[in-house]
């Protein structure tokens, strides 16, 4: 029932019905967050009324896909937070676990790489680390092409010597590439480029030295995790492919891909390692990783020993023969190292049934909160956060979730964490991704296959990890149809903010997802530095822009605000709208105070302009000679007019004052197609030279 392959995908029964009965938290005040010490019982009760459903999915080879869902949607306005600096056609960032994707520089240089390709084909021949850099004032063209020379994938970025390092897989081997200086593109690979095998590296390079480390499994179908060292820069390795201490004997039976960090002080190295089928493990090597040095501990003891979810296993850890409800994690882990010392390490929290022998594990996407715990915390003594975010404020978060949550084949509700330290005021940062209520393509979250949007989510602790802030809707866009998810972010804060690399795209989950996958398309990767205030309620900005056509007193409105889900519009006529682009009317040439409100869950902005309009004056004469027919009109419309009125035109408007159909210069009549127009009410303007006009409101129906 289990097995692992480039894209790790385990066979799973995804859970489609949301959970009740969840015990709420208002995020709108800035009350703090306690990270409360782990308590079984206390948790299992508040999921209890969660749901669970078989499903068995097919299994994926990495670059062929599976059968997709190609329906089209329509899709609502583009991103208006982060910069867009690149695009990729492969669907995933990470199977599991945060890269190290940002490098931020103190002199405000910024380097950035994600797993690109120019084409969502299900096969991505191009694909690999694509690289983009900022020189302190602007980004550089979108990359086309990738860094490594074969076909490559899942890596991550460093600082390295003075130049920078990028370490991914090219299907057996691990990658090692190195430009000449910062924010150079003549990638080359070093000595040890290939030496390392396996797949979905993790690297670290520590500052001031030349040395590599590398952890790795060593297949697409692992059976071990491998560990390589370099001291002289890559040009060999110390210890090369030397097999962790993962495996049966501390409780291990299937080794899993992408589920693991690594971090270097001095001579101590910290390799994080755990699957949702294991306990989470910290493996410690004092002596720079040299053989046998490794001691074993469980930071989350899950009570698994060999589960691997065999046809002939249950979830059984108390051994009374009955499956239990395991909590562990999603594998969605982060762990950073700070200047003390101090070990940070957050993953996901989830909960495992296997109550079938004849089938997969269930789990439960709408689980939320996150596993923190740190190293000055015993071992096994986690805490759990509550990051649960009740959007509308109704008092159930769940209520506006779409039906279907069985994205991204694993993670919980609250996941996807990545994290970043401030030394100047002691200040730890995580970000995260949650879903958004009534953000469902289908606008009906009871829909079956709904499913909500994801922003990225911030909070902060200046405890060290005690208690967290009400977590804050960082990219704010799940309202527009736009997801964010796979957030990384560069462990220190530099320029005094937060630097953060995710991909956003019209669709929630993936092209690669087990069930209900999504049709192949193009995502975007956003940065943003995300300074104090970001994490903090803060207002949306409105703003707005105009187009009079100078005639009829017709005015379009496009709403340029930013962070900003609902409106009000005063026309300073007497006339109002809370449409997000309206269209206007006004009756007499003037001028007016138009005021636009612009509104968050947070907080409201709002601007006033003063607008000039020049509205013509009605041709009585024009308007008796007008006929426009038939109405209702279906395939065709006739405006005629009869008399000599010299060189007219006509001009067809919808409700929203959007100019549908213009015509050239006529005299006496002329026929508007109708083929491509949807049926409903329209304006049809007929004006000479001088601007006198007269109009007419047909009704066009299919």
Not at 620 to 641: I, R
Request: hydrophobic share 35%; aromatic share 12%; charged share 15%.
């Amino acid at each position: 029932k289990l097995f692992s392959n480039e894209n790790f995908y385990a066979m799973r029964k995804l859970i489609l019905t949301l959970a009740t009965g969840f015990i709420t938290l208002s995020m709108f005040a800035q009350s703090s967050i306690t990270a409360t010490p782990h308590n079984r019982a206390e948790l299992l009760a508040k999921f209890k009324n969660a749901k669970a459903v078989h499903y068995n999915p097919s299994l994926k080879n990495d670059g062929t896909g599976i059968p997709v869902n190609t329906e089209s949607f329509y899709f609502k306005s583009g991103s208006r937070t982060g910069e867009t600096i690149g695009s990729t056609g492969y669907p995933l960032q990470t199977n599991s676990a945060a890269m190290d994707r940002v490098i931020a520089y103190p002199d405000g240089d910024v380097s950035a790489i994600w797993t690109g390709s120019t084409v969502a084909d299900g096969v991505w021949s191009d694909r690999g680390m694509f690289y983009n850099h900022n020189d302190g004032a602007t980004w550089g063209a979108a990359p086309t092409a990738r860094v490594e020379t074969a076909r490559s994938g899942f890596g991550s970025i460093y600082e390295f010597d003075g130049r920078e390092l990028v370490a991914s897989h090219d299907g057996a081997n691990v990658g090692v590439y190195a430009n000449s200086a910062v924010g150079a593109t003549d990638w080359a690979a070093l000595a040890i480029s290939g030496g390392h095998i396996g797949l979905w590296p993790r690297a670290v390079c520590p500052a001031g030295t030349d040395d590599i480390y590398i952890v790795s499994p060593n297949s697409g179908t692992p059976t071990a995790v491998n560990f390589s060292r370099s001291d002289d820069g890559g040009a060999t390795f110390a210890i090369q492919n030397q097999v962790l201490p993962i495996d049966a004997t501390m409780g291990v039976g299937a080794i899993s891909a992408d589920c693991y960090q690594i971090a270097v002080d001095g001579s101590t190295i910290y390799i994080l390692y755990g699957s949702s089928w294991t306990d989470l493990y910290l493996l410690t090597s004092t002596e720079n990783g040299a053989e046998g040095t490794w001691t074993v501990q469980s930071i989350i003891e899950t009570g698994f020993d060999n589960y691997q979810g065999d046809a002939d296993q249950i979830s059984d850890v108390t051994g009374d023969g009955i499956a239990d409800t395991v909590e562990t994690t999603d594998g969605f882990h982060e762990m950073i190292l700070d200047d003390a010392g101090i070990l940070h390490v957050w993953s996901g929290y989830y909960l495992l049934l296997d109550d079938d022998v004849a089938e997969g594990w269930s789990y439960f996407p709408s689980i939320y909160g996150m596993w923190y715990w740190n190293s000055t915390m015993a071992m096994g003594e986690p805490t759990w956060i509550d990051l649960l975010v009740d959007w509308d404020d109704d008092g159930d978060p769940f209520l506006g979730i779409g039906a279907d949550l069985g994205m991204y084949d694993g993670v919980t509700f609250t996941s996807m964490p990545a994290a970043a330290v401030d030394y100047t005021i002691g200040r730890i940062y995580l970000t995260f991704t949650h879903p958004i209520e009534y953000t469902d393509l289908y606008e009906d979250p009871l829909n079956e296959a709904a499913q909500s949007f994801r922003d990225v989510f911030g909070t902060y602790s200046d405890d060290g990890g005690a208690t967290w802030s009400a977590p804050i809707n960082m990219t704010y866009t799940a309202h527009e149809s736009q997801e964010s998810t796979f957030p990384n972010a560069y462990a220190r804060i530099v320029g005094d903010c937060m630097h953060v690399l995710w991909m956003q795209d019209e669709d929630p989950g993936t092209s690669l997802d087990t069930n209900a996958p999504d049709a192949p398309g193009m995502s975007n990767m956003q940065y943003k530095c995300f300074d104090e205030a970001r994490f903090n309620p803060y207002p949306p900005t409105a703003e707005y822009d105009y187009t009079p056509d100078g005639v009829t007193g017709l005015v379009n409105f496009s709403n340029l605000s930013v962070d900003a889900d609902s409106y009000s519009w005063d026309f300073g006529d007497g006339g109002s709208s809370t449409l997000e682009n309206p269209a206007h009317v006004y009756a007499a040439s003037n001028s007016y105070n138009v005021c636009l409100i612009a509104n968050n869950k947070y907080d409201s902005d709002n601007t006033c302009k003063t607008i000039s309009i020049n509205v013509a004056v009605v041709d009585y004469a024009l308007d008796k000679a007008l006929t426009v027919y038939p109405t209702p009109a279906s395939s065709n419309v006739t405006v005629e007019v009869n008399g000599n009125f010299g060189t007219l035109f006509a001009e067809m408007y919808n409700a929203l004052g959007e100019k549908m159909i213009s015509t050239t210069s006529f005299n006496g009549s002329v026929n508007f197609d109708l083929s491509e127009v949807a049926a409903g009410n329209y304006i049809v303007k007929v004006f000479n030279q001088d601007g006198a006009f007269t109009s007419r409101q047909i009704t066009v129906s299919k």
